[in-house]
């Protein structure tokens, strides 16, 4: 099984910044595609951006420009750096891997527990 633990949300004022980061752990034998995912109250979750094993990224309208997703292979770690915050960005965020578990282990799509991001005066 892979593991996924996020980090860094918090409460910032608009305009403000802050770097999540989402680490894997367990048998892991692949991390493919990695992503953050966000879920705000009443509303459906909703893809922030993604990126894949070579570093190719692709993100949501509503975040291009003040967001960036990156990865460190080496330590199974995704990171989503977030600037210009709004309040709109309000959520939980989640991040998610595309990974294969163990040499003979299937592949599948695991889960973070995720993290709160308030944006507020």
């Known amino acids: 099984q892979v593991q996924l633990v996020e980090s860094g949300g918090g409460l910032v004022q608009p305009g403000g910044s802050l770097r999540l980061s989402c680490a894997a752990s367990?048998?892991?034998?692949?991390?493919?595609?990695m992503a953050w995912y966000r879920q705000a109250p009443g509303k459906q979750r909703e893809l922030v951006a993604t990126?894949?094993?070579?570093?190719?990224?692709n993100y949501a309208d509503s975040v291009k420009g003040r967001f960036t997703i990156s990865r460190d292979n080496a330590k199974n770690t995704v990171y989503l750096q977030m600037n210009s915050l709004k309040p709109e960005d309000t959520a939980v965020y989640s991040c998610?891997?595309?990974?294969?578990?163990?040499?003979?282990?299937?592949?599948?799509?695991?889960w973070g527990q995720g993290t709160q991001v308030t944006v507020s005066l």
């Open positions: 998610n891997a595309d990974a294969r578990s163990g040499v003979l282990g299937s592949r599948n799509d695991y």
């Open positions: 990126i894949t094993t070579g570093g190719s990224t």
């Open positions: 367990g048998s892991i034998f692949a991390i493919y595609a």
